[in-house]
């Protein structure tokens, strides 16, 4: 599947209707964003069940501060419309692709039902 280019105007049509999403936030100038790009689109080659999607921060500069993005390259990972990852900065090619890995073991069942239960603690 081919990387997705989201905008303040499918970006939460995408999150939504995908069970598994995760998003690069980057810019143009921004070199490490720039060097991320290729390992970034190597990986997400090899699992086509996953939603890839980039944005610009530079041009969508609310959904930037929307998810308080301070650094770029930052990697956030949706599972069933939770943010179950996000943190600034590249990852090598074997760490970004065991990441994947790890998000698609986790057990949503029992994510949803931690945060059921913080709910009700608050």
Same mark, same amino acid.
């Given at each position: 599947?081919?990387?997705?280019? @989201?905008?303040?105007?499918?970006?939460?049509?995408?999150? *939504?209707?995908?069970?598994? !999403?995760?998003?690069?936030? #980057?810019?143009? #100038?921004?070199?490490?964003?720039?060097?991320?790009?290729?390992?970034?689109?190597?990986?997400?080659? +090899?699992?086509?069940?996953? !939603?890839?999607?980039?944005?610009?921060?530079? +041009?969508?500069?609310?959904?930037?501060?929307?998810?308080?993005?301070? *650094?770029?390259?930052? @990697?956030?990972?949706?599972?069933?419309?939770?943010?179950?990852?996000?943190?600034?900065?590249? @990852?090598?090619?074997?760490?970004?692709?065991?990441?994947?890995?790890?998000?698609?073991? @986790?057990?949503?069942?029992?994510?949803?039902?931690?945060?059921? +239960? +913080?709910?009700?603690?608050?």
């Amino acid at each position: 599947m081919a990387i997705i280019e @989201l905008t303040k105007d499918n970006f939460e049509e995408t999150v *939504s209707n995908n069970d598994f !999403v995760i998003v690069d936030f #980057w810019a143009p #100038w921004c070199g490490p964003c720039r060097s991320f790009a290729p390992t970034y689109e190597k990986v997400s080659e +090899e699992f086509p069940d996953i !939603v890839f999607a980039k944005v610009n921060t530079e +041009e969508e500069q609310e959904i930037a501060m929307h998810f308080q993005i301070r *650094s770029i390259p930052t @990697l956030m990972i949706f599972r069933e419309k939770v943010i179950i990852f996000s943190q600034p900065g590249a @990852l090598p090619e074997g760490g970004f692709r065991e990441l994947v890995q790890k998000a698609g073991e @986790l057990d949503m069942a029992e994510v949803h039902r931690q945060i059921a +239960e +913080e709910s009700a603690k608050a």
